[in-house]
């Protein structure tokens, strides 16, 4: 399944990089690979912004915008109520 | 299932490198099965939780392998029922209950609290390997270099799914590129329609009860109810089970990228459904169904972006900006549903 195309807010500064690896380790959806040394971003448009590649970039060459793409969670937000998201509401019945 | 053996009540009590290993064995009893039912059904998510802290699976050497998860006690079932009979040690950190995934999006599952786990339970005293193995979904919250500089223990990310930990493991801990893709199969999508489904049950109980009493005022108790009510409320039923359990399912097989998109044909389909079986009846009613059951499943199915592990948060608040456009669809189309109780 493919989600949006030339939504997300992932960056590379290829100049940065070091080659280490670890964005092509930690990405679940292999949007990253290593090619001269180098990471590249080979498929952009499968990012879902998790941010586990900024994260563990010793060199802080990427960066994206992360968060739970979650409707319940922003729109709780907008409207001023608490319950970041579905993941941590709990009304048993 | 787990007997807590343990040296002492707390860990600074101990001398040597015995102290606060408690033990956990790979089978389930009874008790875990119905609180597995219980938590998908959405019922005290939020405290079903473990003790955080070194447990011991088997009889794990200095030697053997480390690894991380949360507290989240579904979590570390499917962990130690996956691991089975291997010995080794299992590092739980106190992600407040709540599972890697979302943990690490809340930074719960994070390096400050990896570091103060390896450091509580001096980890360093019970291996000989500063290396322990994290759960790659647990890479959005965790910088490992961070965890390298403060604690010495270099990080190794491992499989997302449980069930490629013991062939990670006799790799060499190495993970094939299939064991580092996120997929989100059918079993996966159903497994979350329970908590979808009863998330969405009380918008849905009053959509139903308006649908199915309001045309009494015109039509009187025998008509209303039991014909326009009683087909209102199999249409707002049947909005609820295709926005909360059928859209779910038939994800990959819907038209459009974007799910308010997926849901709205549905939605439109399930109108046209309808009408080619009688519940819906006449031209304006039929209109007024395809506008607001393709509104509300939209609306429905859009709300499972939250659920789903290929969504961004971009492309999220790029979906809501169809809310507007649902509102009015959804109000147009119970305007024209209700020609069908006045006209």
């Known amino acids: ?93 | 299932m787990n007997s807590d053996k343990c040296c002492c009540k707390q860990s600074a009590d101990c001398g040597g490198s015995s102290q606060h290993v408690r033990t956990l064995t790979p089978d389930w009893g009874v008790s875990d099965f119905l609180g597995m039912i219980r938590v998908r059904l959405g019922c005290g998510r939020m405290s079903y939780g473990m003790e955080p802290g070194l447990y011991a699976m088997g009889s794990p050497t200095p030697e053997s392998p480390v690894l991380a998860t949360a507290n989240y006690k579904l979590t570390v079932d499917v962990l130690r029922r996956e691991l089975g009979d291997r010995d080794l040690w299992l590092l739980v950190l106190d992600t407040a209950n709540v599972n890697v995934w979302c943990a690490a999006g809340k930074g719960l599952f994070g390096t400050a609290e990896l570091t103060r786990q390896i450091e509580a339970t001096r980890l360093a005293q019970h291996v000989t390997r500063r290396r322990v193995i994290l759960p790659q979904l647990g890479a959005p919250g965790v910088a490992a270099h961070k965890v390298k500089s403060q604690t010495g223990f270099h990080v190794v990310y491992g499989p997302v799914r449980a069930k490629d930990i013991p062939e990670f493991l006799d790799n060499g801990q190495d993970a094939t590129p299939e064991m580092r893709r996120v997929t989100f199969p059918l079993g996966e999508r159903l497994a979350l329609t329970p908590i979808e489904l009863r998330q969405q049950f009380r918008a849905a109980l009053i959509l139903v009860l308006a649908l199915g009493l309001t045309p009494v005022i015109w039509r009187g108790w025998d008509q209303g109810l039991w014909n326009h009510g009683l087909r209102g409320a199999m249409a707002g039923v049947a909005c609820w089970l295709a926005g909360c359990l059928l859209g779910p399912a038939l994800l990959p097989w819907l038209p459009g990228r974007a799910f308010w998109v997926k849901g709205a044909f549905l939605g439109a389909a399930l109108a046209a459904g309808l009408a080619l079986t009688g519940v819906v009846q006449g031209l304006l009613p039929g209109l007024g169904a395809m506008l607001w059951l393709g509104a509300g499943v939209s609306f429905l199915l859009m709300n499972f972006t939250g659920c789903s592990t290929f969504t961004s948060l971009s492309g999220v608040k790029r979906e809501m900006k169809a809310i507007p456009a649902q509102i009015a669809a959804g109000t147009m189309g119970l305007v024209l549903w209700s020609t069908g109780w006045w006209l």
């Open chain 1, 1 to 93: 399944m493919r989600y949006l195309k030339n939504v997300v807010t992932l960056q590379l500064n290829e100049s940065v990089c070091i080659g280490c690896g670890r964005c092509v380790e930690v990405c679940p959806h292999a949007v990253f690979h290593i090619h001269h040394r180098r990471a590249v971003i080979v498929d952009r448009d499968a990012c879902m912004e998790c941010g586990a590649c900024a994260r563990n970039c010793p060199v802080d060459a990427v960066s994206v915008i992360a968060g739970v793409g979650c409707v319940t969670g922003l729109l709780n937000r907008a409207l001023g109520r608490k319950g970041d998201c579905c993941c941590t509401e709990d009304s048993c019945c």
